[in-house]
């Protein structure tokens, strides 16, 4: 699967952000063999880090990619990390009816620059699509991707609507201190 | 001698393809419009139509959507709904989408989306919501092939409800500006002698082209009138 997705019409956050993408993430990949006995594989590494790249870009005012989450460089005030925690798909035989269907969690992780979290968030995002007369069936990918893209995209609408009105975001924003026992009491 | 046999079963062949194709059953269809306030449509302008993908049970479909854009196209400025969205990413998206007329009063409050609108030049959004159903049926068809030759005996029927709505925003007013609903219902039937002849009644097509017609009607409507 290779998917675009648009630039996000939203004003960026005034925050230096360090984004983090480990292993999983960048190499995500999903199997399963649904119930009529076709086996799918779902590979979505290349897309997270191409919607991640693209929503963090027009979220905030500055990003910097990190490769180490303990030791992020001194001219960001933190570290976000997407995690891709589940992807599931129905077939229109499993739904019993004419789509396909995909939902997608995702969490952002919030820590400070010395590696220490400071908040999560969980974004659940879906996504479906009809299947034709000559795009179901066995080995057909097109309405699981285009399920898939729309997932994805509801995924970081999530994420533009609800991340601006985080405590941890406004405290970013305000230049404030946020530390690790504050996030605990919460 | 071979030639004729050919010619003549090219015309049964023709004939049988013709009347099948041409034939169709009744449809009745009813149109209702509310409308709101006054409309209208300068050059310049454009329409886009938008459909509601949020329901798991169902969706408009795109052959349906595709028939609604082919309609209005002559004369009226119709945008892509993909370009559309992409354009104004996230707004539009299925559970972020304003569904009424206060929401799209607060995304028009938005830095940015104004401009974003204008440089698109859409004046108004056009909701779509329906789909058609197969609501009644019955009869028994049965089809055998022999050493001998293939051929289908029986009667089957059924009934097609195709139900659509379409919800006119306006962009300049931001305002609900009115709603025209297509209803066209028909019954299909499919006789067949050794050969089944399909008498289909064309309800999503009668809904579309009815829905198009007054949908370009209230769109260009004299803002005088």
């Not at chain 1, 019993?96 to 995909?102: M, P, Q, T």
């Not at chain 2, 049965?142 to 195709?162: I, K, L, P, R």
Request: with cysteine; proline share 5%.
């Amino acid at each position: 699967m290779n998917m675009e997705f648009p630039t996000p019409l939203i004003e960026n956050l005034p925050i230096s952000i360090g984004v983090y993408y480990d292993d999983d993430l960048r190499n995500f990949t999903y199997n399963e063999t649904v119930s009529d006995g076709s086996s799918w594989t779902i590979e979505l590494g290349q897309n997270n880090t191409r919607l991640f790249d693209r929503l963090f870009g027009a979220m905030f005012s500055r990003t910097t990619r990190v490769d180490d989450i303990e030791n992020g460089p001194d001219d960001i005030q933190a570290i976000i990390q997407p995690i891709l925690e589940e992807y599931a798909f129905l077939t229109p035989n499993e739904l019993g009816s004419r789509f396909y269907a995909v939902s997608i969690r995702y969490r952002l992780i919030l820590y400070d620059t010395a590696g220490t979290e400071l908040a999560d968030w969980p974004i659940n995002a879906y996504g479906q699509s009809r299947s034709g007369i000559f795009n179901a069936g066995r080995g057909k990918t097109g309405p699981l991707q285009n399920a898939t893209d729309l997932a994805m995209r509801d995924a970081a609408a999530g994420a533009i609507v609800s991340l601006p009105t985080q405590p941890e975001i406004l405290a970013l924003i305000n230049g404030e201190q946020i530390n690790a026992e504050s996030n605990d009491n919460q | 001698m071979l030639k004729v046999m050919t010619t003549n079963r090219f015309l049964r062949v023709t004939v049988l393809c013709f009347v099948v194709t041409t034939l169709s059953a009744c449809v009745t269809a009813r149109i209702e419009e509310a409308r709101h306030t006054a409309t209208g449509i300068s050059k310049g302008e454009a329409v886009v139509i938008l459909t509601q993908r949020q329901n798991v049970d169902y969706q408009t479909e795109d052959g349906f959507l595709q028939c609604l854009g082919d309609e209005l196209k002559g004369g009226i400025n119709l945008r892509g709904e993909r370009e559309f969205m992409d354009q104004l990413f996230p707004w539009f998206e299925p559970s972020h989408a304003p569904t009424h007329a206060d929401a799209l009063r607060v995304l028009l409050a938005r830095p940015g989306v104004p401009e974003r609108i204008t440089e698109t030049g859409v004046r108004y959004l056009v909701w779509v919501d329906g789909t058609t159903q197969t609501v009644d049926g019955g009869g028994n068809l049965s089809c055998t092939v022999g050493a001998g030759g293939a051929g289908c005996f029986g009667f089957q029927w059924w009934e097609n409800d195709s139900s659509y709505e379409a919800a006119i925003w306006d962009l300049k007013s931001v305002e609900h500006v009115g709603t025209i609903s297509a209803d066209a219902v028909g019954t299909s039937y499919l006789p067949a002698v050794i050969v089944p002849i399909p008498i289909i009644a064309r309800t999503k097509n009668a809904a579309c082209g009815g829905l198009a017609k007054q949908l370009r009607e209230f769109l260009v409507a004299d803002p005088l009138d």
